[in-house]
């Protein structure tokens, strides 16, 4: 399995999910930051496994207005550079301390560190997912991947119409219905933080989440659970333009010191 979005850094388990990497329970993941601090704090820790890193400016961590692009260079340029593959989260939340037009100009300089440096974007929209979408035609090379899309019905074929690829997570109680109605070769499953209950427990509990989902999707598209695997982690591969896994080295991934969030709990309004 794969998990397409997942945070580290607040998660009551960490360990559980560098567990489920090197003992192959999760082939390969998408760790996702929400400051470009925490992006270079996790880039060295996360060198033994097969997992991959976005660097953040989630508009409800952060109280500047541009994406920090010298922290960029930096990270792209260090040994580990090459698992840094997207920009992101970023995007337009209500709860932020930033008004619209700040989220804005923050979102539109995360836009152009990615075209500049050939990066997908992986967006965070609670809210003004139509403005997102209008702001961000006028980059048309740019990648976009909506991280746990929400939404109408509507908005979410906008979406696709856009070329977007969509994050549908286990704890979204439409997850199995956008199988169904949305292009499955646009749909990537993703956990976020563990708001999923079983997670509470341990992240074999959201690994278990995802592999059901998948499975009940293949049911209802007439495929083997396999197939739909495949291709969902072709869209993954592509979508991220991912190296081949990355080998785990014996001996490494003790337990590491992540960092936490203030709250006791990842932020809620993280959660659309
Ligand atoms: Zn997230």
Redesign the pocket.
Known sequence: MFDA?L?LSGLRHPQAVLEALKSGALDSCLV?TVTESEAGELLNRLQDYPAFLTIGAHPCFTRRRSFDRKALDLLLQSPRGGRLVAIG?CGFDRHSPLDDREQEQLLLSCAEAAVSCNLPLVL?LTQRRGRALELLKDFPALKVHV?WASGSHEILRRYVKAGWTLGVCVSDSSAPERFKSLPVERLLPES??DAHKEARLSYAGTLRALTDLVSRAAAALSLSPGSLYARLEKTYRETFALSEPVAVQEGSGSALPFTTHPEEDPCPT?IP
């Open positions: 979005h945070h996702s989260e965070h991280h976020d933080f993280c």
